[in-house]
């Protein structure tokens, strides 16, 4: 028995291009002689399709969808598509209206419908708010196309349905547990269809749930997820299959659509051992790929060709420039030097060093004129007044508005350029630095910036990041003879605390307790709080953690968060 | 027995505060021989506290803050307050880690608790993610304080347990009914905690659904609710009693804090008439005390003292100028007019009328210069291209950053002035007339603008809006001669297809077939679609309505999404 693995890249919505490629795998799979074919979890509208679910009119269109793609795939072949389907009970009994569903296409007709079950409604999945869970989890029978007539039981989940392995987490997550009740109806094989979104090191945790499983029931398990960029999550693949004595029979790559197709030997009631690719080698090498395939596919879902990067000579622009680069060709990225009076002469020359690794395109823009002009306008009203952080904000605010220009001017995505350990203490400028389309590495706490350049630079033929930008300290360059140093706490101690706090969810007694001086955690536990209109505000940033800011961090902004030490 | 209803404004995650709230008002009663006490959903931090629920520092520090509310409260008084409570079965059972909770404080010892059913979980609500829903609906007995020795049977239920009369809505919104089982517990009174947030007419809806559940179940009904703006969200108060017979017998205000004391006489087993505040006369009074609320909670909670508009001489910025002058007074608004040369003269006349009737100060930048430093920095790269909206933005995001300075300069809070309709096209300059700490009528159409400003000159002693404003069309200034005519269709068939499209999820088909164009209701489609990038940088705007942009609204941007005329 032949299975095709269909690890796919839609496009959110996109029904019918979503439904060409689920079309084109399965035309290859068919030649192969696949017995049977499975693709992602919502394959037809991808994954997440958030408040797209709302209109009638997108379910009602993507039952069209279905029906047109069932008349379209080859006969023979057994086909899971991951899609929506409605609730015909919601009305009378209370429910919401739409299931999360995997649907059975065989002889072109849909045969068999599953449900999801466990509804994951936590961090940046809403499910509950779309969908009912599905009752009771079921199999299908499927017969060998040789002679043999030989029948096997393939029990279908979807995504989090998986994720309920009681003695694998050492909790419950969900009081039903779909796998163990497949189990009990005795299946053959167990398939999940899953979006499951990248963080680091997700996949061996995802990997050791399987193998745990398999072991545990004796039970060939198939997970075929995802790939690809949708906003801010990032989709990394890794479809893998583990054989009944939890041994890893198949693997597809990380952050890139594949077709796998394995065996399943019927006598031996088990898969047979596959293709394996490997997994990056490292974390730095795996928050690279996953950056690059969140760049790459956000510009093109938009429908952007080519990006603009205002590079400062520091380590977040230059890392920036150098993941869309990769992601895009050197021809599709534009850098743009915007030297203030008190930029250093080193922010241009090791910037123009980048550029010149990288072979991009850069300009220059000096901001004096534009700082005099809106000095001039603002003087009367600024009589009597300090220079303070509003000078150095606008000077970031006419960098920012100046990339705006250019990417008005010539149809290119902005990207900002900063990272998480600044987004979380708002150590960035709302409308000038924080400008952009997407914000490419705005879950990459600085310390990772440092490791993801030296990483990049040891794997590369020549250094793509200049030694200078790794080596001098980090500066906005907003006054002169500025450091971040001045202003906040050394950066391994800094991302240290937000790892503990935002991460972890650690209160600052805690923090404390782990050793950090008190007076520095409650001024990073102060100022993460008062950033949060900032970030309410920051464009899209790419996860790649458990906890990023984004659609899975919602915070009041209007609060007073009263502390353990406030009570008297 | 005397029944107290504290319609209180908390901060989110105050607990001190709100504990204080909680006391004064309760002391207060205790003054007048309250025997039952009744605060809102979660009035020890404040609804919704969203994310904070996540650390669970919080969820002890709730704890603490409980214990010392109830050591603090009057002792013979029963007190219900709204809290968080740990679902202590969640890892066993798996569950979700909390309950929304009602806890029962007599003679200062927590007696009981009552956990929330029904949880809410869809538009801004997101309970489902914090949350496990109790199990079972319950009342608790209270004992007259004169020698009567008589009791009666107080049902508890909290905000959406009670928004699922099946009846009444001629559906069933969730498969349990929380009002039915405590009625069948032959409770005397029902009484409900909630934190419902405004829209327009709710009040009608809440009113007509409490009145047909007193009839239905001949039990009297107390129904008391949050006030006060918190982010996006505004809690109109308007807490209501009716009787067994379904007649209202108490109504607190709309949109302020109150205190409401409600006699229920033991021997009819009734609610007695008492005080009934009108509601706002009409649709227009009503949007404007809850804008007015909005915007003086959000200033005044995120600690701001005075606010910065731009005026355009238009009439949003008028109305939000009105608005914000209504809610601070006039002394805490400062009005900056920034012309261009492409300014009208009408431009600086009506803006400095408004600004005479508002009685509010203004400054004057002019803009031309900093245009023509702009243009100047990126002549090099602009060479050969022809103006266009690239030009056009960069005045409005010089506006958007002077007005950001005077911001900075002065802690002023910057309030944007885009309205709805505009933010749905993307008629509107992101970083640049989008800027602003909170988007004051960011949910209202247009046309609503314009109804507003008119009740607003019908129900002053003078007018505040200028007629020109009124009668003028409306104009961007941001090119010569420019009309939003030109760009977008006429505001009523605009404001017409949006309320459609957005707010009853009808589809374009749905719309061409109501009688608008159909290449007309496409290009409004395209440009909300395609607009959503801008919206999701947008400030937390002020939601009146049933569907607001913000937290309730979730769509993707990378996205393609096929219609129906899109299948051949």
Redesign the interface.
Known sequence: MKIGIAQLNP???????NSEKILAAAQTCASERVDLFLTPELSLC?Y?????L?????I??MA??LQ?LAQALPAKMAVLVGTVEPNPQA?????KPLFNSAVLIQNRQIVRKFHKRLLP??DVF?E??YFEPGEESNFFSLEASDSSSQTMRIGVTICEDFW?DEKFWG??????NPVAELVAKDIDLLVNLSASPYAVGKQKIREAMIEHSAIEYGLPIIYVNQVG???DLIFDGSSVAFNHSGQLVGRAPAFKTDLLVLDFDLDKQDLLQGKITAQPQSDDAEIWDALVLGVR??AQ??GFKKVVIGLSGGIDSALVAAIATEALGADNVLGVLMPSPYSSDHSITDALELAKNLEIDT?T???A??MQ??D???A???VG?AP???EE??QS??R???L???S??FGHLLLSTGNKSEMAVGYCT??GDM?G?LAAISDVPKTRVYSLCQWLNATREHPIIPAHILTKAPSAELKPGQVDRDSLPPYDVLDDILQRSIGT?A????IIKAGHAPEVVEQVVKLVARAE?KR?????GLKISDRAFG?G????????????S??H
């Not at 496009?11 to 291009?17: F, K, M, R, T, Y």
């Not at 709302?54 to 997108?58: P, V």
């Not at 909790?171 to 039903?176: K, T």
């Not at 209160?507 to 805690?510: G, T, V």
């Open positions: 496009i959110v919505g996109d029904l019918i291009g991808g997440p399709p958030r408040d797209l709302m209109d009638r009119s997108f009602d269109d069209i969808a047109k009305t009378a009994f209370g429910g409604t936590y809403d509950d708010r309920n909790r419950r997550n969900y009081p039903e960029g949708n906003d596919d956000y879902k938009c300009q823009l000096a901001i004129e534009a002009t809106f001039r306008i603002l009367p009203m600024f007044t303070d952080i509003t904000n606008l605010r006419i920012g508005n100046l705006m220009a250019i008005n001017k709302l409308y400008n389309g969810h209160s600052p007694a805690e209109f309410r505000q920051a464009a899209p659609s961090w919602r915070m009041p902004i209007a609060s007073k968060r009263t502390r353990s406030d009570f």
